[in-house]
């Protein structure tokens, strides 16, 4: 007999509901003391709290049910069919069909194997495309998803065997969502806010005055002035055996570090446990080093990772003994492991001294605590001030991650805590790392309180930076997804919103190549080292639309000036054809720098055509309260009818010019890194 006012009721109520992670799905059926409206054909039926029985000797029996309204899942017809589903003791048919009914009567129907599992008892999970039908369904394309009437399912006709099955599921699932962040559509205002904030906090005010040798302005010369370094560190995991080995790839892996990158960090070769031996044979502090120097040399920066990991899974094995009598609080065993974390950090920061500019002291802490849950937070103060001993040049900075990357708000706060600990006691800490390691479900806002948009990023920055004063850096970037656009659009606003805030001073991904990736997902190139669209975001951003190269003329002072990306610049002044060349200008703030060349101008030539005539007369008369004043009147009519050497003349070797120049450019306020 039908039950239908009970079960359409609560079988309506449930029907639509959005997953955690946004999904969106359609139950049919819990059967959570809830049944069929309709058996027919010997079908039995046993309700249970988690579960109900369908049984039926001959094999076959009907069950139905009608929702009261029907339902629109136009939105799940690319979706799928769930069926979970375990065979009891003596089940006998083959196979089940689930039926799906629209209001015109058209019908679908979906096969599901009730021979996988094999044993009864076990769990079968029906996972199939609504679009892929039995051979008998009806007509996918025909059928009215916007207004389905009820659903159903059968046994097999004909088996020799009775159906005895238990279902425990029933839902159509919608295809994934696209996954959104908050931000991402082109006119977006946080944009607008990201580009005044670049040109706040990254550029500086440049204004070049170019004179010859005597000193006297250079109207109308040419000034081309090239970025070579950002001030920023834009960089990237590296793996020391690819920087210092033969082969193609290792060749291909270094031309790339060089052109995409001003900073690396080294992914595994200076933590503790490969050094110590626990990752078997080939790592070594000599070969990092070795690493590290290829860098230098190369003009690149680098940044150690990690001195200390302080969780026993990320120890080197000779301390386990330690760890267990310390925790039972061993005093023996707390000194010496006290003394082989010292040791450690000497030993490791002594060998990269002057190689490295910063240092991640200590990693990870909030899942990483059992050395500091034997001494207490307090014990970190010493790490960092073995690791300032041992490496004073170096920034020192504490590492965590699902700070930035994930709406772990209380880990959020337990980080500060720890970073305003320190700060307060004094240690000898310079700097907060920030992991960024994302999912794509970690970017989108599905409850209200969560996402990665650009704002919040800024909201979070600001928490930290606002409480401790401290920089931040971004340490090990990468969004671990198969959809290749997302990746690059998301990789474009979140390295634009880092960069326009004033707190941060680099951007590191962890890792760029697939073939040497912890998530080959992550990858900007694919293992055959052709490119995602997330090298092009790269390019477009780190080496142009945030590197300087501008050239024009000094005006009629003789003065060039520009608003400049701070970092080290090349300057090439040309005048009459010559160029003069001045190297290592560092801008980290506004700077006004007189720029004298070697250029010999002769006296009273103020046109600069090489004779001092009537003509120079006229420019003279002209810029006079300007550019020219009366005893330059005198020079020309002392040098009237003088002429400029020729080539064949004696003239200053190109060297003593050149030398000369820059004793003169370093004068006038250049600064040294």
């Given at each position: 007999?039908?039950?239908?006012?009970?079960?359409?009721?609560?079988?309506?109520?449930?029907?639509?509901?959005?997953?955690?992670?946004?999904?969106?799905?359609?139950?049919?059926?819990?059967?959570?003391?809830?049944?069929?409206?309709?058996?027919?054909?010997?079908?039995?039926?046993?309700?249970?709290?988690?579960?109900?029985?369908?049984?039926?000797?001959?094999?076959?029996?009907?069950?139905?049910?009608?929702?009261?309204?029907?339902?629109?899942l136009t939105a799940a017809s690319a979706g799928s069919l769930n069926v979970r589903y375990n065979p009891l003791e003596g089940h006998g048919t083959d196979y089940f069909t689930i039926d799906l009914f629209d209001s015109h009567g058209g019908s679908l129907q979906y096969e599901v194997d009730t021979t996988v599992p094999s044993a009864p008892g076990q769990f079968g999970f029906y996972d199939l495309p609504l679009s892929i039908e039995s051979p008998s369904s009806g007509s996918y394309g025909d059928f009215d998803f916007s207004s389905v009437r009820g659903w159903g399912f059968s046994g097999q006709p004909g088996s020799d065997g009775p159906?005895?099955?238990?279902?425990?599921?029933?839902?159509?699932?919608?295809?994934?969502?696209?996954?959104?962040?908050?931000?991402?559509?082109?006119?977006?205002?946080?944009?607008?806010?990201?580009?005044?904030?670049?040109?706040?906090?990254?550029?500086?005010?440049?204004?070049l005055?170019?004179?010859?040798?005597?000193?006297?302005?250079?109207?109308?010369?040419?000034?081309?002035?090239?970025?070579?370094?950002?001030?920023?560190?834009?960089?990237?995991?590296?793996?020391?055996?690819?920087l210092l080995g033969g082969s193609a790839n290792d060749k291909i892996y270094r031309d790339t570090v060089l052109e995409l990158f001003n900073t690396a960090t080294l992914e595994n070769g200076l933590k503790w446990q490969p050094l110590a031996g626990d990752w078997g044979p080939g790592w070594s502090l000599a070969e990092s080093v070795q690493a590290i120097d290829w860098l230098q040399q190369n003009g690149l920066e680098s940044r150690g990772h990690v001195l200390i990991w302080?969780?026993?899974?990320?120890?080197?094995?000779?301390?386990?003994?330690?760890?267990?009598?310390?925790?039972?609080?061993?005093?023996?065993?707390?000194?010496?492991?006290?003394?082989?974390?010292?040791?450690?950090?000497?030993?490791?920061?002594?060998?990269?001294?002057?190689?490295?500019?910063?240092?991640?002291?200590?990693?990870?802490?909030?899942?990483?605590?059992?050395?500091?849950?034997?001494?207490?937070?307090?014990?970190?103060?010493?790490?960092?001030?073995?690791?300032?001993?041992?490496?004073?040049?170096?920034?020192?900075?504490?590492?965590?991650?699902?700070?930035?990357?994930?709406?772990?708000?209380?880990?959020?706060?337990?980080?500060?805590?720890?970073?305003?600990?320190?700060?307060?006691?004094?240690?000898?800490?310079?700097?907060?790392?920030?992991?960024?390691?994302?999912?794509?479900?970690?970017?989108?806002?599905?409850?209200g309180v969560g996402g990665s948009d650009p704002q919040t990023v800024w909201d979070v920055l600001d928490m930290f930076h606002d409480a401790t004063g401290l920089p931040i850096t971004i340490t090990e970037f990468d969004l671990n997804d198969d959809n290749e656009t997302l990746k690059a659009e998301y990789l474009r606003d979140f390295l634009t919103a880092t960069f326009a805030h004033e707190a941060v001073e680099g951007f590191i991904m962890w890792g760029f190549w697939e073939?040497?990736?912890?998530?080959?997902?992550?990858?900007?190139?694919?293992?055959?080292?052709?490119?995602?669209?997330?090298?092009?975001?790269?390019?477009?951003?780190?080496?142009?639309?945030?590197?300087?190269?501008?050239?024009?003329?000094?005006?009629?002072?003789?003065?060039?000036?520009?608003?400049?990306?701070?970092?080290?610049?090349?300057?090439?002044?040309?005048?009459?054809?010559?160029?003069?060349?001045?190297?290592?200008?560092?801008?980290?703030?506004?700077?006004?720098?007189?720029?004298?060349?070697?250029?010999?101008?002769?006296?009273?030539?103020?046109?600069?055509?090489?004779?001092?005539?009537?003509?120079?007369?006229?420019?003279?008369?002209?810029?006079?309260?300007?550019l020219y004043s009366q005893p330059d009147y005198l020079t020309w009519r002392g040098n009237y009818g003088a002429m400029q050497a020729t080539a064949a003349d004696p003239a200053p070797e190109a060297t003593a010019a050149a030398l000369a120049a820059i004793a003169l450019l370093c004068g006038a306020g250049c600064r040294a890194r």
């Open positions: 007999m039908p039950r239908c006012n009970l079960v359409l009721a609560a079988v309506f109520v449930a029907v639509f509901a959005w997953r955690a992670d946004g999904q969106q799905t359609y139950l049919l059926n819990d059967f959570n003391n809830r049944g069929m409206d309709v058996l027919i054909d010997g079908l039995a039926e046993e309700l249970g709290p988690f579960a109900a029985r369908y049984f039926d000797s001959d094999g076959f029996g009907v069950a139905s049910s009608d929702f009261s309204t029907p339902l629109d159906f005895n099955v238990n279902l425990w599921n029933a839902e159509i699932e919608a295809p994934d969502p696209p996954v959104n962040y908050g931000g991402r559509d082109p006119n977006s205002p946080w944009r607008a806010e990201a580009a005044q904030r670049i040109d706040q906090h990254r550029k500086s005010d440049l204004t005055r170019v004179t010859d040798a005597a000193g006297q302005p250079t109207p109308g010369a040419t000034v081309r002035v090239r970025q070579t370094r950002q001030a920023f560190q834009f960089g990237t995991a590296v793996a020391v055996d690819q302080p969780g026993s899974q990320n120890l080197p094995s000779y301390l386990d003994p330690l760890i267990a009598p310390a925790q039972s609080g061993d005093q023996s065993a707390r000194d010496q492991l006290q003394q082989e974390v010292l040791d450690h950090i000497e030993e490791v920061a002594t060998a990269t001294d002057g190689r490295v500019v910063d240092w991640d002291v200590v990693n990870e802490i909030g899942t990483n605590n059992d050395v500091l849950n034997i001494y207490g937070e307090p014990i970190m103060d010493t790490w960092f001030a073995a690791a300032h001993e041992a490496d004073p040049d170096s920034k020192l900075f504490i590492n965590e991650f699902n700070i930035i990357s994930d709406d772990e708000r209380s880990k959020r706060q337990r980080y500060l805590k720890s970073i305003q600990g320190l700060v307060d006691r004094g240690a000898q800490i310079d700097g907060i790392g920030m992991q960024a390691h994302f999912h794509d479900f970690s970017l989108t806002d599905f409850d073939g040497r990736h912890w998530r080959p997902d992550s990858a900007m190139f694919n293992q055959d080292w052709s490119e995602t669209p997330a090298v092009e975001v790269w390019r477009d951003l780190v080496l142009d639309e945030w590197m300087t190269d501008e050239e024009g003329l000094a005006d009629d002072v003789g003065e060039f000036a520009l608003r400049a990306f701070d970092g080290d610049y090349e300057i090439v002044v040309t005048i009459d054809g010559e160029e003069y060349t001045f190297s290592g200008i560092e801008l980290l703030d506004d700077l006004d720098l007189t720029l004298q060349t070697a250029y010999a101008v002769l006296p009273g030539d103020f046109n600069r055509d090489g004779v001092v005539d009537a003509a120079d007369y006229t420019v003279w008369r002209d810029g006079l309260g300007s």
